[in-house]
């Protein structure tokens, strides 16, 4: 079992800047991957960015790329989400995942943390 949880939400202007952590721990391995996803009330989680574990490749969302930078720390147990240039549409419910498979779907990550919301007002 692995546990998620996920800090560092908040209310920002547009165009400012927001670093989300994922505290990690339980039985992790380095063949995890760990993801961020969002969602908005009624709507399904969407995947923005994932890291492997082991070796630290990541991949973004189109939507976030060149915005929001994924990193690790295995020493910690940590996974971050720096978010920068944030728009209003950017406000949700941020959600830290982890995962046995290189993927976008949500349904491929097997352990989840109850979010931390952003909120980016215009």
């Known amino acids: 079992q692995v546990q998620v949880v996920e800090s560092g939400g908040g209310l920002v202007q547009a165009g400012g800047s927001l670093k989300l952590s994922c505290a990690v721990s339980?039985?992790?391995?380095?063949?995890?991957?760990m993801a961020w996803f969002r969602q908005t009330p009624g709507n399904e989680h969407r995947f923005l960015a994932r890291?492997?574990?082991?070796?630290?490749?990541?991949h973004y969302a189109d939507s976030v790329r060149g915005r929001f930078t994924i990193s690790k720390d295995n020493l910690k147990n940590q996974v971050y989400l720096q978010m920068n240039s944030l728009k209003p549409e950017d406000t949700a419910n941020y959600y830290c995942?982890?995962?046995?498979?290189?993927?976008?779907?949500?349904?491929?990550?097997?352990?989840w943390g109850r979010g931390t919301q952003v909120t980016v007002s215009s």
């Open positions: 995942a982890v995962g046995t498979y290189w993927s976008s779907s949500p349904w491929h990550f097997n352990d």
């Open positions: 890291v492997h574990w082991g070796d630290g490749r990541t």
């Open positions: 339980g039985r992790t391995s380095i063949s995890n991957v």
